[in-house]
């Protein structure tokens, strides 16, 4: 009885140090941030502010890519998230579009297609058909990547918002 309580015991011990050893070595996620890709180097907040930009209000499924340039400090972001048709075009109306461009994003100068493909971005991004509209940034160049049905964004939508300092 006692060889089979010190077997037990052994056992346990034996799967309570394997656990230790796997957490210990287990890779946490940048920044601390579960939503954050590899590579990423900057919060969320952080990086939304550098560039001037925010989320579109009730986005969900959100993860990011944020590099800030050793050199000068800028920032380079991308966001993969899911929207609404009616979020992302109160969106696209606060960073400077019109009602009468929002409506008529397929006849606009934008850049249509395969546009969505943004290299090290983890999570469900976008895909075509897509549109990549340019939004006014508080600094740097940036845009807004939406799925597009039809004529108009699809009523749940993947979004990619991405800015690149100048």
Do not use: F
């Not at 990011?64 to 998230?81: C, E």
């Not at 991004?125 to 509209?133: G, L």
């Not at 939406?146 to 991405?162: K, N, Y």
């Amino acid at each position: 009885m006692r060889r089979a309580i010190g077997l037990a015991v052994l056992v346990a011990l034996a799967l309570l140090g394997w656990w230790v050893v796997r957490w210990a070595t287990e890779e946490a996620p940048p920044v601390g941030d579960g939503r954050a890709c590899t590579g990423t180097d900057l919060p969320l907040d952080q990086a939304l502010a550098a560039c001037g930009l925010d989320l579109p209000a009730r986005a969900t499924d959100v993860h990011y890519l944020a590099r800030a340039d050793p050199d000068t400090g800028r920032v380079h972001l991308a966001v993969a998230l899911h929207s609404t048709r009616d979020a992302m075009t109160d969106y696209l109306k606060q960073h400077g579009l019109t009602a009468d461009q929002v409506a008529k994003l397929d006849d606009g100068p934008y850049e249509h297609g395969d546009v969505a493909d943004y290299r090290g971005l983890c999570g469900n991004t976008a895909k075509i058909p897509a549109i990549r509209v340019p939004v006014p940034p508080g600094t740097g160049q940036a845009a807004v990547v939406v799925e597009m049905d039809g004529r108009a964004i699809r009523e749940h939508t993947a979004v990619i918002l991405e800015a690149a300092p100048n």
